[in-house]
């Protein structure tokens, strides 16, 4: 029993040790804007094939990507599958901070009017912009 007991103590002790540590690399962002980011939205056609492949790969669930070719860095957000099409996606920001990049979209549904096709969708935006080198937040 006290053997048990023991072994139960150093998992939680190294439990605690390991979130301390890896708290301790963790870098805060700050989200206030230095500059706003110019991007291109991508069409279908003039997506990278490699990043087709991947968007193929995860559309039918919620996804974020970012894929980075020699000369630009592709910021991919989509929405996973809807039961019909109609939908858009709406970028809210897009800005460098000092550690980090914002990238904040919100999906729109179809509007009451509208016809909708009866076949499920797969709402996603592909923006292309020059690398920043920092980290993509999704928002």
């Keep these: 029993m006290k053997m048990h007991r023991k072994v139960f103590q150093l998992f939680l002790l190294e439990m605690f040790m390991s979130v301390l540590l890896c708290g301790c690399n963790m ?5 206030k804007k230095v500059k706003d980011l110019d991007y291109v939205l991508v069409e279908e056609e003039d997506i990278p094939q490699e990043l087709l492949a991947k968007i193929e790969e995860k559309k039918a669930a919620d996804f974020k990507l970012v894929y980075e070719s020699d000369e630009s860095m592709y910021v991919v957000r989509g929405y996973g599958e809807q039961e019909t099409g109609g939908y858009s996606i709406q970028i809210l920001d897009f800005y460098m901070t000092e550690n980090a990049v914002i990238f904040s979209t919100n999906l729109l549904g179809p509007s009451k009017d509208e016809t909708k096709n009866i076949a499920p ?15 993509i937040i999704f928002k």
């Design 27 to 31: 870098e805060k962002t700050d989200e």
């Design 121 to 135: 969708s797969y709402p996603y935006v592909v923006l292309q912009t020059e690398n920043p080198g920092k980290n």
